[in-house]
């Protein structure tokens, strides 16, 4: 079974940073997509960048890009979404999520495991 564990969220000022992470356990994920979402109360939720296991490839939402990085580390099964320059915005609940990286990725209709969340709020 596979399990996601989100952590580093909290409150930043905006133009501040936040790294958050997704522990991932339960298979090896070769051949899968780890994609971080979030959704902010009476919203839906909306994709904001993705990264193929194998190979590395990352995908960003063009509100996202130039501003926050996905990576991974092998080694851990961890993903890592760094945020910069955060703008004051509503706050919302990251989610980070596994598909199969045959799957349009940045679909969250195509995740079929999600983490709890962790809230990241960003005051002005």
């Known amino acids: 079974q596979v399990q996601l564990v989100e952590s580093g969220g909290g409150l930043v000022q905006a133009g501040g940073s936040l790294r958050l992470s997704c522990a991932a356990s339960?298979?090896?994920?070769?051949?899968?997509?780890m994609g971080w979402f979030r959704q902010a109360p009476g919203k839906d939720r909306e994709f904001v960048a993705a990264?193929?296991?194998?190979?590395?490839?990352?995908y960003y939402a063009d509100s996202v890009k130039g501003r926050f990085t996905v990576s991974r580390d092998n080694a851990k099964n961890t993903v890592y979404l760094q945020m910069d320059s955060l703008k004051s915005e509503a706050p919302a609940v990251y989610y980070c999520?596994?598909?199969?990286?045959?799957?349009?990725?940045?679909?969250?209709?195509?995740?079929?495991?999600w983490g709890q969340g962790t809230q990241v709020t960003v005051s002005s």
């Open positions: 999520a596994v598909t199969y990286a045959s799957r349009p990725i940045t679909d969250g209709r195509m995740y079929d495991w």
């Open positions: 339960g298979r090896t994920f070769s051949g899968y997509a």
């Open positions: 990264i193929r296991w194998s190979g590395g490839n990352t």
